[in-house]
């Protein structure tokens, strides 16, 4: 059985940091590229950043891009997207993602990923 679980979401001031995890389980991790994407009520569902499976390269969001690093430890099953930065429009639902890695992909949309976590929240207040 595939799981993605989420975990580091909380509540944190603008300017402050987070770090956020995703344990995966189920499948062959090194085989799959992993995205984070956020959902912020009344809005869809948008792309923050993706990995590729080798952790060589790596995609941001414009709005997040010089604030969020995303990285994995293919030893632990693991992706993280440390926010550091933080500004109350970060407020969100983070989610992860993973899907197949291949060649071709752009990895920012959602319909790319099959498999998604449930979600953790991530408040900034300001």
């Known amino acids: 059985q595939v799981q993605l679980v989420e975990s580091g979401g909380g509540l944190v001031q603008a300017g402050g940091s987070l770090r956020l995890s995703c344990a995966v389980s189920?499948?062959?991790?090194?085989?799959?590229?992993m995205g984070w994407f956020r959902q912020a009520p009344g809005k869809e569902r948008e792309f923050v950043a993706a990995?590729?499976?080798?952790?060589?390269?790596?995609d941001y969001a414009e709005s997040v891009k010089g604030r969020f690093t995303i990285s994995r430890d293919n030893t632990e099953n693991t992706v993280y997207l440390q926010m550091n930065s933080l500004k109350p429009e970060d407020t969100a639902a983070y989610y992860c993602?993973?899907?197949?890695?291949?060649?071709?992909?752009?990895?920012?949309?959602?319909?790319?990923?099959?498999?998604w976590g449930p979600g953790t929240q991530v408040t900034v207040s300001s």
């Open positions: 189920g499948l062959t991790f090194a085989s799959y590229a």
């Open positions: 993602a993973a899907t197949v890695d291949r060649r071709g992909r752009s990895y920012s949309q959602t319909y790319e990923y099959s498999l």
């Open positions: 990995i590729r499976w080798s952790g060589t390269f790596t």
